[in-house]
């Protein structure tokens, strides 16, 4: 059984620095591509940080130079340090999983069997 656990949301201002966890089990994690999507009220969900199973990253511009993503495949656990946060980064934050790489673009979501119950962030300005 497949499980995504996201940890590490909450409300906090406009600056500052939170980090983001997503624990997974039921998977040969360190063979997956891992990937946080976010989606706000009336928007697409959106992919905003991709790790394939190599350690290749990419961003979405929205979040370049501010997020960084990680994964610890000793602990089967995926981050994201979220910095310089703004409050258009209040979304429900998502993390998800691939075993056939990382797919990006518009829609990339539908691509993704594997998702987490999401965790919320809320950034104040």
């Known amino acids: 059984q497949v499980q995504l656990v996201e940890s590490g949301g909450g409300s906090v201002q406009a600056g500052g620095s939170l980090r983001l966890s997503c624990a997974a089990s039921g998977i040969t994690y360190f063979s997956y591509c891992m990937v946080w999507f976010r989606q706000s009220p009336g928007n697409e969900r959106e992919g905003v940080a991709f790790?394939?199973?190599?350690?290749?990253?990419t961003y979405a511009d929205s979040v370049k130079g501010r997020f960084t993503i990680s994964r610890d495949n000793a602990k089967n656990t995926l981050y994201l340090q979220m910095s310089s946060r703004k409050p258009e980064d209040t979304a429900m934050y998502y993390c998800?999983?691939?075993?056939?790489?990382?797919?990006?673009?518009?829609?990339?979501?539908?691509?993704?069997?594997?998702w987490g119950q999401g965790t919320q962030v809320t950034v104040s300005s």
């Open positions: 790790i394939d199973s190599y350690g290749s990253i």
């Open positions: 998800a999983a691939n075993p056939y790489g990382c797919a990006s673009g518009s829609n990339a979501w539908r691509s993704y069997d594997f």
